[in-house]
């Protein structure tokens, strides 16, 4: 616990964005560890071991909390901006240019404070999938199952939350630091 478990906890927390339910993913992910330990072949370090069993805890915790029916929580058309694609559905104009280098970005807490503002501003639906492909790195398969969604729902949901993050983060970061 003293040598992983604030990782844990900031692990589960960037995810969840839940204090409590973040403490009880790690106590949970700690006494799984506990009773297979014996299990634990080495083939990896502690820590990736009990990433990767907090990673299970938390697609679990999303899939017992939040099922719901396909249709409740997705994003409408009305949300996207009117002239982001022509009557073909092709870019009307594309998304633009960041002149900052992106990985600079990250290092910057303000940043990071709009990126998260950004991601909690999305509906439940399009952030839990976002969060499961980009921050977990979940396939396809595996968010729809969470989920309970079709693949090509998946795609359309994925595509919309990226296209809703990168407009609030350009209005709410780029344009504020040009």
Not at 115 to 135: D, M, T
Request: with cysteine; glycine share 4%.
């Amino acid at each position: 616990m003293d040598k992983y478990g604030d990782y844990l906890y900031s692990f589960a927390l960037y995810r969840i964005q839940d204090e409590s339910c973040a403490q009880d993913l790690v106590q949970d992910t700690l006494m799984a560890a506990l009773k297979s330990k014996d299990r634990f072949k080495g083939k990896s370090s502690e820590k990736t071991w009990l990433t990767g069993i907090l990673k299970h805890k938390i697609i679990d915790f999303i899939r017992k909390k939040y099922r719901e029916p396909v249709f409740e929580d997705t994003i409408s058309e009305s949300r996207l901006p009117d002239d982001v694609f022509d009557a073909n559905g092709k870019w009307e104009t594309g998304p633009a240019q960041w002149a900052s280098n992106p990985e600079a970005l990250l290092e910057q807490k303000s940043f990071l404070d709009i990126v998260k503002k950004c991601f909690k501003a999305l509906p439940r639906r399009p952030s839990r999938a976002l969060a499961l492909r980009e921050l977990e790195g979940e396939t396809t398969q595996t968010i729809c199952k969470v989920l309970n969604i079709t693949t090509t729902n998946c795609w359309v949901i994925l595509h919309r939350a990226r296209a809703l993050m990168r407009e609030c983060i350009e209005t709410n970061w780029l344009e504020v630091k040009d």
